[in-house]
């Protein structure tokens, strides 16, 4: 014996039909921009073209295979982790301490201040990397002070360690005022009863930022890695402007690779693979992450 059909109510499908109305913008904002260049870019990888010409080659797989014999790919998957490492540390610590000392700011200023520290983030990437260049050239005022002074004879941009060094600070000083709002309104929102029950049990400083801060912000805190891991992912900005990716591809990233394979070599269909080997290595990496963290949520109670 069949079960009968439950019908719907005229209300529920209006309440339905109302639902899929509201929806459909996202959803064609999603096929639009997302979908349709997803499978366009899937095709794009299996071609040899350059966008411009009539003669598309239909290569399949060559591209991606090609992809493990770059050198310069392989240095641009080594160092997404080289920049990955440094920055979630020091965006994630420089955050906290910004978000922990505006906290403690009197009200008036509070809001200043937190504005003051949100400011490198609003400044464009290609003008401070611009200052930043004419600052750190070898024949600059700066370095030729620090030669004539001090003895310090540094090609700071024509060296490995030293330009990555300034890509990361770089990178850093204009995202830590950023990440620093996120976990400022998570300390902001823990209630008055807990910071006055921990100054009646005697906790304060380090205790109480370990035992009671940290715990209560952790979703929070695993927002904040999330995003700067996916921000270590898409540097583009100073290393095409202060190196090109040298020197010896020290500072070179997916997102210029991409750049150069596509807009100067001309080699659109190997661009896109390389595109999918990129979000195939974020999306790992973003899972790994998320199971780490979800770990540490659940053990605080989240």
Not at 45 to 50: F, G, L, P, R
Not at 234 to 246: A, D, R, V
Request: aromatic content about 14%.
């Amino acid at each position: 014996m069949k079960a009968p059909k439950i019908k719907q109510s005229p209300g529920k499908k209006q309440e339905s039909i109302l639902g899929w109305i509201f929806c459909s913008p996202y959803l064609a904002f999603s096929l639009v921009f997302f979908l349709i260049p997803l499978m366009w870019a899937f095709w794009l990888s299996t071609m040899d073209w350059n966008l411009m010409s009539d003669d598309k080659k239909f290569v399949g797989l060559s591209n991606f295979i090609n992809l493990f014999k770059d050198n310069k790919v392989q240095a641009a998957f080594i160092n997404s982790y080289r920049y990955l490492l440094p920055i979630v540390i020091l965006c994630f610590a420089f955050g906290l301490v910004i978000a922990l000392m505006v906290s403690c700011l009197p009200e008036k200023i509070k809001g200043i201040v937190a504005v003051l520290f949100f400011v490198p983030y609003l400044t464009s990437g290609v003008a401070t990397s611009v200052v930043v260049k004419y600052l750190l050239a070898y024949n600059s005022i700066f370095s030729v002070f620090l030669r004539e002074r001090f003895g310090i004879d540094v090609n700071w941009l024509q060296e490995k360690k030293s330009a990555f060094i300034i890509m990361v600070i770089l990178v850093v000083w204009k995202m830590s005022g950023y990440y620093a709002l996120f976990i400022l309104s998570a300390i902001e929102g823990i209630s008055e009863d807990v910071n006055e029950a921990c100054a009646l049990d005697g906790s304060h400083g380090l205790h109480k930022l370990f035992h009671v801060t940290l715990p209560m912000i952790t979703p929070t805190l695993t927002t904040v890695i999330v995003l700067a891991t996916g921000l270590a992912f898409g540097i583009y900005t100073e290393p095409y402007l202060l190196t090109g990716g040298g020197p010896n591809l020290a500072t070179t990233t997916w997102q210029l690779e991409i750049y150069n394979a596509s807009f100067t070599r001309y080699q659109s269909g190997y661009a896109a693979a390389m595109a999918i080997l990129n979000s195939i290595q974020i999306f790992v990496t973003l899972r790994i992450i998320n199971v780490i963290m979800d770990r540490f949520n659940k053990k605080f109670g989240w």
